[in-house]
């Protein structure tokens, strides 16, 4: 083992220049223990247990034009949909059936969904499913916006802070999107009462070792209650069609530092993981995540949500398949509950 993979292990919490040695530096040694020591933690505080989330893509339809993304503005290829209030609480009933007691309504940024059309479709899921719990991941908003949604019974927000380093945010957005105003939201979802999710993409252009040693430090400081990271995968349609994707080993050894310097985070093992490596949904909890958020869009809609190229959105990424998702997740010893999944505060 190397001295900082050792160090880490002893004091859990590394400076960021160590933290840039050790991404530089690990070996498959490293990578090993660190995740035996991140699923050892990652048990102790949550149990051998998996979260499942819902998640629902409620429109495709977004005003930005994130160099990464496959639904932003400028992709005229992209064909563009929106759901309906009753079709929202039609994939909640269906998914309730199933076994999930959270749903996440995630979405581009579109200037449909005003905080009185989105509060009252959240207040009448909270009404129907009081024992269950409403993430919301649809970007940017007003402080006031987020009041009214979680007054209107939201209990979660999930943000990626995308990169914690300035420069490197203004070369992934163009310029109406600031690193300031994205931290201006993750601050404001705090001081509300949200339980907060951040994370970035692994392998982002342009990314840096320095770049992800900073994005550690930020989760070291921040602690988010979520954190989802996955590699980055081009979409062809985007300016950053050619650009090489991010690595699924880099993606499970980050995910099992971030457990171990923040025990008690929500750890997704990302769709993207599973898309780019075939067992990377178990190689994700193997390292230490301890959530999947299976699809419970409309499979009418499910490949238009295409925030990269071969998205996987079947199988045991599909709600309507847990039974193959509940075998594929008893492979790695672990076993999926049917509960809230709220974060636990250490
Ligand atoms: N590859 C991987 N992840 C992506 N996201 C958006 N585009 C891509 C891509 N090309 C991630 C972003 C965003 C989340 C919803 O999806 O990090 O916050």
Known sequence: M??????????????????????STYTAEDADVLAKEACRIRDEVYGKKVFIRGLIEIS??????????????????????????????????EGYKLGFRTFVLQGGEDGY????????????????????????????????????????????????????????????????????????????????????????????????????????????DFKPDMCGIGPFIPHKDTPFGDFSGGSADLTCFLLSVIRIIHPCVLLPATTALGTVSEDGRERGILSGANVVMPNLSPASVRKKYQLYNNKLSDGAESAQCLQQ????????????????GDVKKG
Do not use: W
Request: aromatic content about 10%; glycine content about 4%.
């Open 2 to 23: 190397t001295e900082l993979a050792f160090k880490l292990l002893k004091e859990k919490k590394l400076s960021q220049k160590e933290y840039k040695n050790l991404i």
């Open 325 to 340: 998702l509940k075998e594929r997740v008893a492979l790695t010893g672990c076993e999926i509950t049917v509960d809230r």
């Open 60 to 93: 495709n339809i977004c005003k930005n034009d994130c160099y990464y993304c496959g639904i932003r503005k400028s992709n005229a290829h992209c064909v563009r949909y929106r759901l309906t209030h009753e079709e929202i609480l039609e994939c909640c009933e």
């Open 113 to 220: 969904y005003t905080d009185d059309i989105l509060c009252g479709i959240v207040s009448d899921i909270k009404k129907r499913y009081p024992d269950c719990a409403v993430t919301l991941s649809l970007g940017e908003r007003t402080y006031e916006s987020y009041l009214a949604l979680f007054n209107a019974g939201a209990d979660r927000y999930l943000l990626r802070h995308e990169t914690a380093d300035t420069e490197h945010y203004s070369r992934l957005h163009p310029k109406e999107l600031t690193f300031e105003n994205r931290m201006r939201c993750l601050n404001d979802l705090r001081d509300i009462g949200y339980q907060v999710g951040a994370g970035f993409m692994v392998g982002s252009p342009y990314q840096t070792v320095d770049h992800i040693a900073k994005d550690l430090c930020f989760i070291q």
